[in-house]
């Protein structure tokens, strides 16, 4: 699914910068340079099907790592026109593993350093940065209620992923329309029925649903995409993929519990 990923980038990109940073003693500037190299000596580092991170380095003033997006996946203008969204994803995944975390926090204190993700298009080149302060960190780590309300977190990224909409995903096959509708997020797909024929998709509905299933278990070893479903989890809502047919406006669901 094409560009459905864009705020997720970020949190995939946070949760690698808590499990890469490690730290038992203190450390200053010169330190936490010196960390930045040890972890890009790993680089590149893929961060699933957006990207990957490309280097490492402190600048001074951030830890920054630098990530290529592969923009069939990744709007860049849904992160450069959502700010606020895209951080609170990021304080989401980075606090999300508190002893990582933790030793992360305490070198960036020591250097009174905050964190910075510059991201390049694959295809065009273009850059979209992102910068959280060290006071921005240090001020969610005291006060972790300030964290979005998960409802509100989803349906944000929800009704975001919803302007981008229509998208062709593969031939014949658009995505019309993302909306939470009671317990589940829907993602609403019109088939052209001269390519496809819905009758048959849901007397088969078995095997399509065992392909479905398939995708969910690539998507949890996916970092942005098991960064979407644990979204999902948060707010406790399940996702139902729903296929309507262009001409007969006949329907199938197929669900996917989380």
Sequence with gaps: ??????L???MATLAFVAVSCKS???????????????????????????????SIEFDGKNL?????????????DVLEQNPELAKEGAFQSLFSNADNTKKLMEELEKANAGLRVVYKGQTSGRTVSFTISYDELKKRSDNPSEAMDPDEFLEQNVRVTNNQCPVAVETGIVMQEVFVEGSNVVYLYSMDEDLYDIDQMNENRSEAQALLDDEIRNLERDPAGKSFLD??????????YRYVGSASGKSVDFFVNL
Excluded: Q
Excluded at 28 to 53: H, R
């Design 1 to 6: 699914m094409k560009k459905v990923y864009s």
């Design 8 to 10: 997720f980038l970020l």
């Design 24 to 54: 038992d003693s203190d450390r200053a500037k010169n330190e936490l340079e010196k960390m930045a190299k040890e972890a890009n000596e790993d680089c590149p580092f893929s961060i699933g099907m957006v990207g990957e991170i490309t």
């Design 64 to 76: 920054v790592f630098y990530a290529s997006a592969d923009e069939d996946f990744v709007d860049l």
């Design 231 to 240: 979204a999902c989890r948060n707010a406790h809502k399940n996702i139902i």
